[in-house]
């Protein structure tokens, strides 16, 4: 997915704080005044409510200081959640077998907008099948990209969950 450049910069700021607590960012959007920050624990996919109020507590005041955003704005942090985003090539390997939401910059097949069930990633694509057959997206033409709520996506992380527990007893 495409940054501004604003994004780009704050990105740089929020990066290394959100690392140093162990974390990975997922995604950094600046719209409307709400600078709105995804992050999650790598082990898991999920971060606590505390792990948030955390990270935001720690990036204010740095925020403030290097002053990247013009004006009053919201910062939230928070989990990417169930139906997560799709951004890097990784994310859409790892969600191999899942449905997806895709919508890219400019027309491909006839369309700007696919779902399926996403095939796999190679070289910068990804393979989404849909009713339609196959078809192979380019990540770096995608607008927005997200996992699609299921009950097989539910019943995964779930699963994944109660994983984590029984090796971390």
Excluded: W
Excluded at 46 to 67: F, G, H, Q, Y
Excluded at 116 to 144: C, N, P, Q, S, Y
């Amino acid at each position: 997915m495409k940054n501004t450049p604003l994004e780009h910069k704050l990105i740089k700021i929020a990066e290394p704080v959100i690392q140093d607590f162990g974390f990975r960012l997922v995604m950094l959007e600046f719209k409307s005044g709400v600078l709105q920050i995804l992050v999650e624990d790598p082990r898991t996919g999920n971060l606590s409510l505390d792990d948030c109020t955390k990270i935001a507590r720690t990036l204010s005041p740095l925020l403030e200081v290097e002053d990247p955003i013009p004006g009053a704005y919201t910062l939230e942090v928070s989990s990417p959640g169930i139906d997560r985003p799709l951004i890097t090539a990784e994310d859409f390997a790892k969600y191999a077998g899942y449905e997806a939401k895709v919508e890219l910059d400019d027309v491909v097949d006839g369309q700007r907008r696919f779902r399926g069930v996403i095939v796999g990633e190679k070289d910068g694509f990804v393979t989404l099948l849909v009713d339609k057959g196959e078809h192979r997206l380019e990540i770096a033409a995608m607008k927005k990209a997200r996992l699609v709520l299921t009950d097989e996506l539910i019943k995964a992380t779930r699963m994944d969950r109660e994983i984590l527990k029984e090796t971390t007893i």
